[in-house]
C-alpha cells in the first residue's frame, strides 16, 4: 500500500480569526473576508489599524479610526493595538511605545495574587521573589526588613527562626537551607522512605526520579552516578535501552539518530564522542578519524590525538584564531602560554622556539622588581619583566580601552548561565525562577514544584499517563470509543478529547491528583451537535477557549471550555484540517492540513 499526500502550515494570527497569509487573488482574498495588500498579500482583517505595518506601503494603518479594544484587553496609548490585559506591567514591553510598562499607569495597576508590586513604579514580581535577598524592585521595596521579618511562610514552606522561608521538602535534608541550620532540627530523622534516594556524603533525601536524570541534586553528584546499573534497575523489564535508541555511558537512553549528529544530547556527551564520519562543531577530528576530541583540547601543548594531530600546525592557526593567555601567562606567540615564572629562567619553554621566552626585549635583568607597589592596576597586577600586567577579578574583563581598568561582564548574555531568567549584577549575576518553581542549591537550576511531569497519549480506546522520567504507562481513562485529540487544561484541571465515532468532543475533571476512571463516569460532551470529524484539538490556556479541526466540515471552530459560546472561524478554502496548536501569548495558532490523499492497495 502506497499513500501519497501533501502537507501545509497554515499560520494563524489572532486568538479569534485566523487566517491564511498568502498572496492570493482579490476574488479569493476579499470572499474569505480578509484585507488585500497593494502588493497583492492577503491578511487577517484583525490586523487592519492595529498600530503594526503589515503591507509593505503600511496600506493596514492608513485611514484608521479609533480603535476600541475588547474586555479584557489593553489599548497601546500611541496606536490601535490591543494586547491582553496580563501582559501591562508585567516588566515585558509588547507596546511599542511602552505604554503598557509605563510607571504611571503600573503604580496604578493591580498585580495577579501570586505577584509583588513594587512600591515606586508598580513593576509585578512574582511572590517566591520578595524577601529573597536580592532587590528586584528598583526601590527595593521587595526587601524591605520590616516586611520581610513579618513575611508570613506558606503552607507549602517550612519557617525558619531567622524568619525565612524555604520549600518544606528542604526541611531535614541534611542542608543548611535557611542560614542558621534550623530547617536541620533535633526531630529531624534522617532516614529515606522508599521512594526516595539518600545521598551518600549528606546523607540528603531526594525524589527518586531525580536520580540519573541529567541533573546534579547531591552536592557529592552521587544521584548521577552509577546510571548504568540504575537505569537497568528501572528499566529491567526492558533490558536497558530500547530497539533504536542509544544507550549513553551514564546509562541514559536517546535515540539512535541523535547519536553523532552534531548536537550533544546525553549528559556525559558520548552521543557525540568517536565519530568516524564527522565530528561536532564542538570537536576535533584527529587526523586518522577514529577518534573526536573536545575543541577546546586544540593545540593545548599537550597531544591528546594518539597521532597527534592535534598539536600539529598549531602556529598558522594561531594567526586566525584569538587565543588569550591569562595575566599570569606568557604568549609565546604561537598559541601557547607558559606562565611567567618560567620566563628569564634561562631555559627554553615556549615549544617550537629556542630563545623567545629568554629574548633581550623582555628585560631580564628587570625580573623581581615590585611593579605593583604603585598599583597602576584597578583590580588585579602581576609583576613580569616587561612591567605590571593587569588582570580581573571574576565576573569582570579587561578594558579594550584601557588595559587598566576592569568592565563588569553581563554573564546573562552566555546561554545556559541559569535555567530560567539571569538577573546582572556588577561582577556577577543572580538566577531566578519563575512562580511554582524553586531554585536549586547550585543557584542556577530550577525545578518545579509538585509531581513530575506527566505526557498523555491516547490509543483511541484509552487515554493513558506516562511518568517522563519512571517511563511507567498507568491509565487514566478507559472505555473510549475512538479517541483521535487530547489536550489539557492545567489551570482548570480539565481533560478534553475528541471522538470521531461519537462526532462530539468531551471533557472531565479531574483534581490535583490524577487517577484512573473510566469515561462513563466523568465524560462531559461540550460539543455534541454540527461536529462530523473532530481530528485536532488545541486549548488556549489565557483566554479559556478550545479550538477544533473538523476534516469532515472542513471547518476550523472555537468555543468556551463549556461549549456555551461556539463560533466557525474559517469555513472556506480548507481541505481536510487535520491538526491544530495554539500559542495564545503570542496570538498565533498553526493548522496543518494534509490533502490529496492517494490510497492504492
Known amino acids: 500500500m502506497t499513500m501519497k499526500s501533501s502537507i501545509f502550515l497554515y499560520i494563524c494570527a489572532s486568538i479569534f480569526i485566523c487566517f491564511h497569509i498568502s498572496l492570493a487573488t482579490d476574488k479569493d482574498c476579499l470572499n474569505n473576508g480578509g484585507f488585500l495588500c497593494p502588493s497583492g498579500r492577503c491578511i487577517s482583517p484583525n490586523w487592519l489599524c ?25 489599548k497601546c496609548a500611541n496606536s490601535n493595538k490591543c494586547i491582553p490585559q496580563s501582559w501591562v506591567c508585567d516588566s515585558s514591553i509588547d507596546c511599542t511605545d511602552r505604554s503598557d510598562e509605563d510607571p504611571a499607569i503600573c503604580t496604578k495597576h493591580d498585580c495577579p495574587s501570586d505577584h509583588f508590586r513594587c512600591h515606586l513604579d508598580g513593576k509585578c514580581i512574582p511572590l517566591t521573589w520578595v524577601c529573597d535577598s536580592h532587590p528586584d524592585c528598583v526601590d527595593g521595596s521587595d526587601e524591605l526588613s520590616n516586611m520581610c521579618v513579618k513575611h508570613p511562610c506558606n503552607e507549602t514552606e517550612f519557617s525558619c527562626k531567622n524568619e525565612r522561608c524555604i520549600p518544606k521538602e528542604w526541611e531535614c535534608d541534611r542542608d543548611d537551607d535557611c542560614g542558621d541550620n534550623s530547617d536541620e ?35 557529592d553528584r552521587s544521584d548521577e552516578m552509577n546510571c ?21 555511558h551514564d546509562g541514559a537512553c536517546i535515540s539512535e539518530r541523535f547519536v553523532c549528529d552534531g548536537d550533544v544530547d546525553c549528559p556525559d556527551m558520548s552521543d557525540e564522542m568517536n565519530c568516524l564520519n564527522n565530528c561536532s562543531a564542538l570537536h576535533f577530528r584527529c587526523a586518522s578519524g577514529k577518534e573526536c576530541i573536545p575543541s577546546v583540547y586544540r593545540c593545548n601543548g599537550r597531544a591528546d590525538c594518539a597521532d597527534g594531530s592535534d598539536e600539529k600546525n598549531c602556529a598558522s592557526e594561531s594567526v586566525g584564531q584569538v587565543k588569550h593567555c591569562s595575566a599570569k601567562q606568557f604568549d609565546c606567540g604561537n598559541g601557547f602560554c607558559i606562565d611567567w615564572d618560567v620566563v628569564c629562567d634561562g631555559k627554553q619553554d615556549c615549544p617550537g622556539y629556542k630563545v623567545v621566552d629568554e629574548e633581550p626585549f623582555l628585560n631580564c635583568s628587570l625580573k623581581g622588581t ?5 598599583k597602576p592596576c584597578e583590580q588585579l597586577c602581576t609583576n ?20 587598566k581598568q ?19 549584577t556588577i561582577g556577577s549575576y543572580v538566577c531566578k525562577c519563575h512562580g511554582d518553581y524553586v531554585l536549586l542549591n547550585n543557584k542556577r537550576s530550577c525545578r518545579a514544584n509538585g509531581p513530575q511531569a506527566k505526557l498523555l497519549l491516547t490509543n483511541r480506546l484509552s487515554i493513558r499517563q506516562f511518568g517522563l522520567i519512571s517511563l511507567t504507562p498507568e491509565m487514566l481513562v478507559n472505555n473510549l470509543n475512538s479517541v483521535v485529540a487530547i489536550d489539557y487544561s492545567y489551570k482548570k484541571r480539565l481533560l478534553f478529547w475528541s471522538d470521531i465515532s461519537k462526532e462530539q468532543i468531551f471533557s472531565c475533571q479531574f483534581g490535583n491528583d490524577f487517577h484512573a476512571v473510566n469515561a462513563s463516569d466523568c465524560e462531559r460532551p461540550i460539543i455534541n451537535n454540527n461536529v462530523s470529524s473532530p481530528d485536532g484539538l488545541a486549548v488556549d490556556w489565557i483566554h479559556d477557549l478550545i479550538y477544533w479541526t473538523d476534516t469532515g466540515l ?29 500559542d495564545p501569548s503570542c496570538g498565533y495558532c498553526i493548522i496543518i492540513l494534509l490533502l490529496g490523499w492517494d490510497l492504492r492497495l
Open 554 to 582: 472542513d471547518t476550523i471552530s472555537v468555543a468556551t471550555l463549556d461549549g456555551k459560546l461556539r463560533h466557525t472561524l474559517i469555513h472556506d478554502g480548507l481541505d481536510e484540517p487535520r491538526a491544530i496548536a495554539v
Open 370 to 374: 615590585d611593579f605593583c607597589k604603585e
Open 384 to 403: 613580569t619583566p616587561i612591567g605590571p600586567q593587569c588582570s580581573c577579578r571574576p565576573g569582570y574583563t579587561v578594558s579594550l580601552t584601557n588595559p
Open 185 to 219: 532540627h533535633d526531630k529531624c530523622s534522617y532516614h529515606c522512605d522508599p521512594k526516595s534516594f539518600q545521598c551518600v556524603e549528606s546523607g540528603k533525601c531526594i525524589p527518586y526520579d531525580y536520580v540519573c536524570d541529567g541533573q546534579m541534586d547531591c552536592s
Open 406 to 424: 576592569c568592565n563588569d561582564i553581563n554573564e546573562c548574555n552566555t546561554a545556559g548561565k541559569c535555567s530560567q531568567i539571569c538577573i546582572n
Open 50 to 74: 492595529d498600530g503594526e505595518q503589515d503591507c509593505e506601503d503600511n496600506a493596514d494603518e492608513q485611514n484608521c479610526s479609533d480603535r476600541t479594544c475588547r474586555k479584557g484587553e489593553f
Open 228 to 248: 548504568k546499573q540504575h537505569m537497568t534497575k528501572l528499566l529491567s523489564e526492558q533490558h536497558g535501552c530500547r530497539a533504536h535508541e542509544f544507550q549513553c
